[in-house]
C-alpha cells in the first residue's frame, strides 16, 4: 500500500526508516530514498524496474550539507551561490568520509548533487538530515511524473508513500554539470540555461550525454568514468573458482578462492545490489588473476547486477 503524506516529518521519519518516498521538486517528482543505506538505494531501481545502475543525484536541503559529501571548488560554489535552490546538479569528487552509498553514485568517485528549489521539498530534506538519492519518481523507459497522480499510476504498490507537493513548475530535469574532471561539461541540458551557466564560469563543454559516451581508455579513478570497473580482468557465471582468482560469491561460495566477497549468504538480491560496488572494489587488489562472479539470477534486480558486471567484464581498449 502507498499511501499519501501531508507531513514532511511523516515522510521524513520514512526515509529514515530505509523507505521509499515520492516528493515534489521544481523539475519533476523524484523517488527518494536515505542515500546512506544501500539496501533503501537498491530499492529505487527495484521499484523502477531499473535494468541497469546509474548514478542517482543526491538532494540536499542546502549547500554546506552538500559540501560535506563532495569536494567543491570555486566554479561550484558561484554556481551554487547563483542557482540553488535551483534546477542544476553538479558533479563532484565524492570526499574521502562522504557517507552516500556507493550504489547511490554507481561505483564512481563523483557524485552528483542538487539543492532543489520546492519549499516541500526543502523541508523535508531538512527533516531527514540525511542526503537523499532520487531520480524521478516513474518506471523504467516512462516519462517523468509531475503530478501526484502520475506517480501513483507509475508506482502505486512498490513504494511506502507520496508526500503531497503539488504540481512541479519547471517539468524538465535539472541540468547536469560535470565540474568533476577540471573542465566544466554539460551532462544533461534541463531547467537552467547553460548561457546562465556561463555566465557565471566562463565556457562549459558540451559533453555526448553520459550514455553515448564512447568507453574511456585512460582509467584513472575520477577521469569522467561513465561506469566503474575493476582493475582486475572479471570473469562471469563462474562455476569453479582457481586459487590465485577471488571470488564475488552469492549464495554457498565455490571453494578455493584467494579471497572471498559474499554479495549476499541468502541469495536476496536487493542486499546483493547493495553490496556490489564494495564488493567489486574490496576484491580489486593486485596480485590476483582475476576476479570470478557467481551466477546472478535473472528475476528482480538480477538484470541490473547482471548489466554491471557484463559491462565490467567487457574487453577494454
Ligand atoms: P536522474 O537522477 O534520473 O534525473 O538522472 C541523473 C543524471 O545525472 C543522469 O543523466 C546521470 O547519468 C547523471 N549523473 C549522476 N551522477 C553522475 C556522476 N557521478 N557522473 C556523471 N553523471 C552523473
Ligand atoms: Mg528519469
Same mark, same amino acid.
Given at each position: 500500500?502507498?499511501?499519501?503524506? @501531508?507531513?514532511?516529518?511523516d515522510?521524513?521519519a ?5 523507505e521509499?518516498?515520492? $516528493?515534489?521538486?521544481?523539475t519533476?517528482?523524484g523517488?527518494?530514498? +536515505? ?9 529505487i ?27 567543491p ?5 558561484k554556481?551554487?551561490?547563483? $542557482?540553488?535552490?535551483?534546477p ?9 568520509d562522504?557517507?552516500?552509498?556507493l550504489l547511490?553514485?554507481?561505483?564512481? @568517485? ?15 530534506l ?13 518506471r ?8 501526484t ?28 554539470? @560535470? ?9 544533461? &541540458? ?18 555526448l550525454?553520459?550514455?553515448?559516451? &564512447? ?5 584513472? /579513478? ?7 570497473? /575493476? ?5 562471469? +557465471? ?5 586459487? @590465485?582468482?577471488?571470488l564475488?560469491? $552469492?549464495?554457498?561460495?565455490?571453494? =578455493?578462492?584467494?579471497?572471498?566477497y ?14 556490489? $560496488? ?5 576484491? +580489486?587488489? /593486485?596480485?590476483?588473476r ?7 539470477? =535473472?528475476?528482480g534486480?538480477?538484470?541490473a547486477?547482471? +548489466?554491471?558486471?557484463d ?7
Amino acid at each position: 500500500m502507498t499511501i499519501l503524506l @501531508d507531513d514532511p516529518a511523516d515522510a521524513a521519519a520514512l526515509l529514515r526508516a530505509g523507505e521509499l518516498v515520492a $516528493f515534489a521538486t521544481e523539475t519533476v517528482y523524484g523517488l527518494g530514498a +536515505d542515500a546512506r543505506n544501500g539496501r533503501a538505494v537498491a530499492g529505487i531501481f527495484e521499484a523502477k524496474g531499473r535494468p541497469h545502475f546509474n548514478p542517482l543525484i543526491c538532494h540536499f536541503p542546502d549547500a554546506e550539507a552538500a559540501w560535506a559529501e563532495v569536494r567543491p571548488d570555486e566554479r561550484a560554489r558561484k554556481l551554487a551561490a547563483a $542557482f540553488w535552490p535551483g534546477p542544476l546538479t553538479l558533479v563532484l569528487p565524492r570526499r574521502a568520509d562522504c557517507r552516500v552509498d556507493l550504489l547511490a553514485g554507481a561505483g564512481l @568517485d563523483t557524485l552528483a548533487v542538487r539543492v532543489p528549489g520546492h519549499p516541500g521539498a526543502l523541508e523535508l530534506l531538512r527533516l531527514a538530515g540525511t542526503p537523499v538519492a532520487a531520480p524521478s519518481a516513474n518506471r523504467s523507459g516512462r516519462v517523468s511524473p509531475t503530478t501526484t497522480a502520475h506517480v501513483l499510476e507509475e508506482l502505486s504498490g512498490r513504494i511506502a508513500a507520496v508526500l503531497e507537493g503539488g504540481d512541479c513548475e519547471v517539468g524538465v530535469e535539472s541540468t547536469v554539470l @560535470d565540474l568533476a574532471a577540471g573542465g566544466a561539461a554539460l551532462l544533461r &541540458p534541463g531547467g537552467v540555461p547553460v548561457e546562465a551557466i556561463e555566465a557565471v564560469i566562463g565556457p562549459v563543454g558540451r559533453a555526448l550525454p553520459i550514455s553515448a559516451a &564512447p568507453e574511456p581508455t585512460l582509467r584513472s /579513478p575520477g577521469l569522467m568514468l561513465s561506469h566503474y570497473a /575493476p582493475s582486475l580482468p572479471l570473469r562471469l +557465471d563462474a562455476v569453479e573458482v582457481a586459487p @590465485d582468482e577471488a571470488l564475488l560469491a $552469492f549464495g554457498s561460495p565455490l571453494p =578455493g578462492a584467494a579471497q572471498v566477497y559474499q554479495l549476499s549468504e541468502t541469495r536476496d538480491l536487493r542486499e546483493a545490489a547493495a553490496r556490489l $560496488f564494495s564488493g567489486l572494489r574490496a576484491l +580489486d587488489r /593486485p596480485g590476483l588473476r582475476g576476479i570470478a562472479a557467481m551466477p546472478i539470477p =535473472g528475476e528482480g534486480l538480477g538484470p541490473a547486477i547482471r +548489466d554491471r558486471l557484463d559491462r565490467a567484464a567487457a574487453p577494454r581498449g
